[in-house]
């Protein structure tokens, strides 16, 4: 990854090829929220309005004066322990002193002798008897008072007799929506950190710079699970206009003719060995798509899939060669699929050979397959390191064969790079003298 300072659009790229884990992460954060509001339902409230006369409010000079002296005093009296502890009784289910007061509020309406007893409940009913209930004890507590301070002549004006508050499936919606966004950004947050710590190459220039080889194409790529996926593939492949563009253009470079005409026939014809990693799968399919794509254009061309360092990642591919080689008759393409158990490819007359090879991305040693005139290095955008790169470039180097370039799978949409670093050398020629079967790569 390079080590630029990243702005907004960087940020947002980089956080793009980790939509999974901010999926994750927001699709937790939908749980925890919706599990925390099944847990703690919403609390309804009712209120009970209750009008009082004390010794104060009667005085003419207070009631000239516009103030009640007493509302005050009536107000802290109304949530006193001895009122409070007078409700319990009547609250059911039975509730603590302590969840009493969080859940009863007093204040006077209007700064006038009605105070309103507002209470919070579970449910309509719990939250209506418990505001009643502190009401009622209230009356009874100031009208059985002998101080003067205390006392009051009080009566309900208006019992607690309907509830609001937010309903359970709005709340459970709401907390859902705020727990998904929240991890929504917990975990955007979290892929940018690991996306600064990620060694794994997006940008096409940076794979080409990391083995000085240019990027030849690139082209989004599905890899078929199962045998019967790769064969409606191979049958079937038929890329956009544009990629196929990209396709016909790799295939002038590798020596198969302009406008997709082969320049010859026959086992000396142009070849291309794809490599790719063992941690790479959807790579594996970049040399099978091109082989679909040359048979498509009317080229005679045989697919190769020969020893792999890691044979599980090709299994699928082998398994779909291995039936089209016995049955060859029902292909449409001039296309034929071949599996070579020794690396040899005999006498085959076609006029391109593709050859798949796969070596291990920690251990990478080139399987003994037949040499072609050309080697091209297969990669996913964001899946290998340039340290994997290099070490497959090298062993490829020191086995002869030189990465002519890169074919990138899916590549980044924010890549608004291009790979396209001037090449040195071009593919060489393959002349007819073969050893054991093998023709002998000779560069010109």
Same mark, same amino acid.
């Given at each position: 990854?390079s080590?630029?300072?990243p702005?907004?659009?960087?940020?947002?790229h980089?956080?793009?090829?980790?939509?999974?884990?901010?999926?994750g992460?927001?699709?937790l954060?939908?749980?925890?929220?919706?599990?925390?509001a099944?847990?703690?339902?919403?609390?309804?409230?009712s209120?009970?309005?209750?009008?009082?006369?004390d010794?104060?409010s009667?005085?003419s000079?207070?009631?000239?004066?516009?103030?009640?002296?007493?509302?005050?005093?009536?107000?802290v009296?109304a949530?006193?322990?001895?009122?409070?502890?007078?409700a319990?009784?009547?609250i059911?289910?039975?509730?603590?002193?302590?969840t009493l007061?969080s859940?009863?509020?007093?204040?006077?309406v209007?700064?006038?002798?009605?105070?309103?007893?507002?209470?919070?409940?579970?449910?309509?009913?719990?939250?209506?008897a418990?505001?009643?209930?502190?009401?009622n004890?209230?009356?009874?507590?100031?009208?059985?008072?002998?101080?003067t301070?205390?006392?009051?002549?009080?009566?309900?004006?208006e019992?607690?007799n309907?509830a609001?508050?937010?309903?359970?499936?709005?709340?459970?919606?709401?907390?859902?929506?705020?727990g998904?966004?929240?991890?929504?950004?917990?975990?955007?947050?979290?892929?940018?950190?690991?996306?600064?710590?990620?060694?794994?190459l997006?940008?096409r220039?940076?794979m080409?710079?990391?083995i000085?080889?240019?990027?030849?194409?690139s082209?989004?790529?599905?890899?078929?699970?199962?045998?019967?996926?790769?064969?409606?593939?191979?049958?079937?492949?038929?890329?956009d206009?544009?990629?196929?563009?990209?396709?016909?253009?790799?295939?002038q470079q590798?020596?198969?003719?302009?406008?997709?005409?082969?320049s010859?026939?026959?086992p000396?014809?142009?070849?291309?060995t794809?490599?790719?990693?063992s941690?790479?799968?959807?790579?594996? +399919?970049? #040399?099978?798509? @091109? *082989?679909?794509? /040359?048979? $498509?254009q009317?080229?005679?061309?045989?697919?190769?899939? &020969?020893p792999?360092q890691?044979?599980?990642?090709?299994?699928?591919?082998?398994?779909?060669?291995?039936?089209?080689?016995?049955?060859?008759?029902?292909?449409?393409?001039?296309?034929?699929?071949?599996?070579s158990?020794?690396?040899?490819?005999?006498?085959?007359?076609?006029?391109?050979v593709?050859?798949?090879?796969?070596?291990?991305?920690?251990?990478?040693?080139?399987p003994?397959?037949?040499?072609t005139?050309?080697?091209?290095?297969?990669?996913?955008?964001?899946? +290998?390191t #340039?340290?994997? @790169? *290099?070490?497959? /470039?090298? $062993?490829?180097s020191v086995?002869?064969?030189?990465i002519? &370039?890169?074919?990138?799978?899916n590549?980044?949409?924010?890549?608004?790079?291009?790979?396209?670093?001037?090449?040195?050398?071009?593919?060489?020629?393959?002349?007819?003298?073969?050893?054991n079967?093998?023709?002998?790569?000779?560069?010109?």
């Open positions: 990854m080590q630029q300072n702005d907004l659009r960087r940020s947002i980089v956080a793009g090829r980790r939509k999974r884990l901010i999926g992460v927001a699709a954060g939908f749980l925890l929220g919706a599990g925390y099944y847990l703690n339902p919403p609390l309804l409230s209120t009970a309005l209750v009008v009082f006369t010794a104060s009667q005085s000079q207070a009631n000239a004066a516009g103030v009640d002296p007493g509302l005050a005093t009536q107000e009296i949530t006193s322990d001895p009122v409070l502890v007078g319990l009784p009547h059911s289910p039975p509730v603590s002193l302590q007061e859940r009863i509020s007093v204040t006077s209007n700064s006038s002798s009605v105070l309103s007893f507002t209470a919070t409940g579970a449910t309509a009913e719990q939250a209506e418990t505001a009643n209930a502190v009401g004890s209230y009356i009874a507590y100031v009208g059985a008072a002998s101080e301070a205390v006392h009051a002549v009080a009566k309900v004006l019992p607690a309907a609001t508050g937010t309903k359970r499936p709005e709340q459970l919606a709401v907390y859902a929506v705020l998904a966004l929240v991890g929504a950004l917990v975990g955007f947050v979290i892929s940018l950190f690991a996306g600064r710590s990620d060694r794994r997006a940008e220039d940076a080409a710079n990391s000085g080889a240019p990027v030849l194409l082209l989004p790529v599905e890899r078929p699970s199962d045998p019967a996926s790769w064969a409606r593939m191979l049958d079937q492949y038929d890329p206009p544009v990629y196929a563009y990209g396709l016909t253009k790799l295939l590798l020596g198969v003719g302009d406008n997709g005409v082969p010859g026939s026959g000396d014809g142009p070849s291309v794809v490599l790719s990693l941690t790479d799968p959807v790579a594996v +399919a970049l #040399g099978p798509l @091109l *082989a679909a794509f /040359a048979s $498509a009317g080229i005679a061309t045989a697919l190769v899939v &020969g792999q890691d044979t599980n990642v090709t299994a699928t591919l082998r398994t779909a060669c291995a039936a089209s080689a016995q049955s060859p008759a029902g292909r449409g393409r001039p296309l034929r699929l071949l599996v158990e020794d690396g040899h490819l005999g006498e085959i007359r076609a006029a391109f593709v050859v798949v090879a796969v070596v291990d991305a920690q251990d990478p040693r080139i003994d397959t037949a040499r005139s050309a080697t091209v290095l297969g990669v996913s955008a964001g899946k +290998a #340039g340290e994997q @790169l *290099a070490q497959a /470039a090298t $062993a490829a086995d002869g064969r030189e002519y &370039g890169i074919l990138v799978a590549p980044d949409p924010g890549d608004q790079t291009s790979g396209r670093i001037p090449r040195l050398t071009s593919p060489g020629r393959v002349l007819p003298t073969r050893v079967g093998l023709p002998a790569e000779i560069r010109w």
